[in-house]
């Protein structure tokens, strides 16, 4: 099995910033695309950025400019750091990461458990 732990939402002013942590975990045979998603109250989760094993990057409009994707594949880590953030940015943030295990021969998305940003003053 793969595992992914999602570490640093919390609750930050407009304007502030926080840095999001997910790092998987389990039986990983090799990790491709790692990105992050989000969901607010009433909407349908949407993909806020997106990083290829290779580096190459894409993020949705609404946070271009504002939110940096990274990773480091000897850790297994992707993290998402955002900037200027805004009320509209409120929602359970997922991490998320297609992975083929060391148990199959194709990849397979996993999903982290979710964590909640508030962006309030």
């Known amino acids: 099995q793969v595992q992914l732990a999602e570490s640093g939402g919390g609750l930050v002013q407009p304007g502030g910033s926080l840095r999001l942590s997910c790092a998987a975990s389990g039986s990983i045979g090799a990790i491709y695309g790692m990105g992050w998603y989000r969901q607010a109250p009433g909407k349908q989760r949407e993909l806020v950025a997106q990083?290829?094993?290779?580096?190459?990057?894409n993020y949705a409009d609404s946070v271009k400019g504002r939110f940096t994707i990274s990773r480091d594949n000897a850790k297994n880590t992707v993290w998402l750091r955002m900037n200027s953030l805004k009320p509209e940015d409120t929602a359970v943030y997922y991490c998320?990461?297609?992975?083929?295990?060391?148990?199959?021969?194709?990849?397979?998305?996993?999903w982290g458990q979710g964590t909640q940003v508030t962006v309030s003053s």
């Open positions: 990083i290829a094993s290779g580096g190459s990057t």
């Open positions: 998320n990461a297609f992975v083929r295990s060391t148990m199959h021969n194709y990849a397979s998305d996993y």
